[in-house]
């Protein structure tokens, strides 16, 4: 857990009271790295950090517009124009100092991802919005040493009774996850692994109309609304289950 560090103890007496002192000794040491951290992947690191996790590396190439502060962590009026990986990083030092946290402002495309060694990670969460640089993360990190958990659509949802987590092909009623298998069939490029997502087969329509959003990376782009508790209860289920499979893999 860290225990020479200051504060660790006092910060992580009720999480170690559950897992135990191994477990945590764990958590601080998993290398973790997160791809998107918007209203999913924010949540996500918040998670892991209050945790016990020690060392993430935040990715993510967009800055904090007004328009996110519905359901982002760290996209608050004091916050909008700062990089999102850079704002997140400073949420997470406050909430423990010792955390080392690595923001890379940077899009996972066919042009960046040599720049990721994904060997060097012991667990990488997919929560990208973008489906086709999402079809390149799934495949090169089903191919990695790492444990990957990938997050599916949060978007036109509201009851989070139906969030849930299954195998990426077990996933059902998810459109998202539909496209990818899709895709993946049609161009013969099939995950080298199995790998579990978080998903929700709950589909609304958008009443409040529909609209396009433009940012430096995301051009053009369809929007779908969006509520904190759900995308939220995403990230979070993200991050319960790096702590599960820890729990699971130190006390045998």
Not at 180 to 207: G, H, Q, S, W
Request: aromatic residues 8%; glycine residues 8%; hydrophobic residues 40%.
């Amino acid at each position: 857990m860290g225990q020479g560090m200051t504060g660790d103890k006092d910060i992580f007496n009720r999480t170690e009271l559950l897992l135990g002192a191994d477990v945590m000794d764990t958590l601080a040491r998993v290398r973790i790295i997160i791809f998107g951290v918007g209203g999913v992947g924010s949540w996500c690191a918040e998670g892991l950090v209050r945790s016990g996790a020690r060392h993430l590396a935040l990715v993510d190439p967009d800055e904090v517009s007004v328009t996110n502060i519905n359901r982002q962590l760290m996209a608050t009026t004091k916050t909008l124009g700062l990089s999102k990986v850079e704002a997140l990083k400073e949420r997470l030092l406050e909430i423990n100092p010792e955390v080392e946290v690595e923001a890379l402002r940077t899009v996972y495309d066919e042009t960046t991802a040599g720049d990721f060694d994904l060997d060097s990670y012991d667990y990488i969460f997919d929560a990208v919005d973008s489906l086709k640089d999402k079809i390149l993360l799934i495949l090169n990190a089903s191919a990695s040493k790492a444990v990957f958990y990938c997050s599916m659509g949060a978007a036109l949802k509201t009851d989070p009774r139906k969030v849930k987590v299954a195998e990426f092909w077990d996933v059902r009623g998810c459109p998202l996850g539909a496209i990818i298998r899709k895709k993946m069939r049609r161009a013969k490029t099939l995950p080298r692994k199995k790998f579990l997502c978080v998903y929700d087969d709950e589909v609304l329509p958008n009443r409040g109309g529909e609209g396009i959003v433009e940012t430096d990376y995301f051009k053009k782009a369809q929007i779908n609304g969006t509520t904190a508790p759900v995308t939220a209860l995403f990230g979070m289920t993200l991050a319960g289950l790096l702590v599960d499979d820890v729990y699971k893999k130190t006390v045998r």
